[in-house]
Nanobody, 120 residues
Framework: VQLVESGGGLVQAGGSLNLPCAASGSLARIKGMCWYRQGPGKERELVAAVTPDGNINYANFAKGRFTISKDNAKNTVSLRTNSLKPEDTAVYYC???????????????WGQGTQVTVSS
């Protein structure tokens, strides 16, 4: 199973980016999918999540600016980031809990990360 993110880049403050993440491989069922980020010198933190039962949760800093959406048919999760601030600069990681064809329980998978840089 692989998670591949894209969509990162350099953007001015106030700008927007869309970060898609696609899951592929021997996956039987995707349960939860979410986005994390890790800024320079900071710990990795949760940005937004779609829970296995479809509920959506956001970190306080993401509320009102970021939108997470999951497409079950395409095995994708996207993060739309609006009104970006310099403090949003970070590597953004896709994360998913996936039941594979060889596992009887959900395993945790990470993407390689995509860099978002917001200039002031």
């Amino acid at each position: 199973v692989q998670l591949v993110e894209s969509g990162g880049g350099l953007v001015q403050a106030g700008g927007s980016l869309n970060l898609p993440c696609a899951a592929s491989g021997s996956l039987a069922r995707i349960k939860g999918m979410c986005w994390y980020r890790q800024g320079p010198g900071k710990e990795r933190e949760l940005v937004a999540a779609v829970t296995p039962d479809g509920n959506i949760n956001y970190a306080n800093f993401a509320k009102g600016r970021f939108t997470i959406s999951k497409d079950n048919a395409k095995n994708t999760v996207s993060l739309r980031t609006n009104s970006l601030k310099p403090e949003d600069t970070a590597v953004y990681y896709c994360n998913a809990q996936i039941i594979t064809y060889t596992s009887s329980f959900a395993l945790n998978f990470w993407g390689q990360g995509t860099q978002v840089t917001v200039s002031s």
